[in-house]
């Protein structure tokens, strides 16, 4: 089990250009969750599927981040005309979906808006 | 709205020292509790929860116990390591429908000195 994968680990782009981060779940878990992290905010939820639906899309900045999740493999985050203050690490996580499942974090794609 | 608090930034103890990091919650339901720890370079790693009051989580020395009177799962344990250098998570969740995010405190950073 290679666990949650996302890549790439870094990720460097000038202001106004497009950023893609990936996500590849355990495979299995019909849940998928993106986060923001930042020392001044911490671990901010972004967005959730279950069993590759939308269901909470609540922390989203809804003019420049999209995130979809086409087949079960595979999820993606992208922000468009990213701002310095786009800069974090941006993590993915799994679970089963089931219960108190627990999550699964990946280490996460650092990104740096410069 | 939901939300928990770590009442400590940081913590720095020597090894063989006892740990507290305090955890307080905020909620309108009844919610589980958890706590995750994070080493640098790597995303949150579960460490254990609780779901009901009185119940006990542990995990590798580590507990806390679900007080749902004082609305607190204060981390703890007896002896620590220079490898239990690490951010720590508290963290409540729902299991209500489809919505099963976490809401994360700010973390506490532990440093243990040999």
């Known amino acids: 089990n290679a666990g949650v994968i996302q890549t790439p680990r870094h990720k460097v782009t000038g202001k106004g250009q497009e950023a893609t981060l990936w996500c590849e779940p355990i495979?299995?878990?019909?849940?998928v969750f993106w986060y923001r992290q930042t020392i001044v905010q911490g671990l901010e939820f972004l967005t959730y599927?279950?069993?590759?639906?939308?269901?909470?899309d609540s922390g989203m900045p809804k003019e420049r981040f999209s995130a979809q999740m086409p087949n079960q493999s595979h999820s993606t985050l992208k922000i468009q005309s990213t701002q310095p203050q786009d800069s974090a690490v941006y993590l993915c996580?799994?679970?089963?979906?089931?219960?108190?499942?627990?999550?699964?974090f990946g280490s996460g794609t650092r990104l740096l808006v410069i | 709205g939901d939300s928990v608090t770590q009442t400590e930034g940081q913590v720095a103890l020597s090894e063989e020292d006892f740990l507290t990091i305090h955890c307080n919650y905020s909620?309108?339901?009844?919610?589980?509790l958890f706590w995750y720890v994070q080493y640098p370079g790597e995303g949150p790693q579960f460490l254990f929860r609780?779901?009901?009051d009185k119940e006990k989580g542990s995990s590798r020395g580590f507990e806390a116990t679900y007080n749902k009177e004082a609305t607190s799962f204060h981390l703890q344990k007896a002896s620590v390591q220079e490898s239990d250098s690490a951010v720590y998570y508290c963290a409540l969740r729902y299991n209500v429908g489809d919505n099963s995010k976490l809401i994360w405190g700010l973390g506490t950073s532990l440093v243990v000195n040999p």
């Open positions: 609780a779901s009901r």
């Open positions: 909620a309108s339901g009844y919610p589980a």
């Open positions: 599927f279950r069993n590759q639906a939308p269901i909470d």
């Open positions: 495979s299995g878990h019909s849940a």
């Open positions: 996580a799994s679970s089963p979906g089931t219960g108190w499942s627990d999550y699964t």
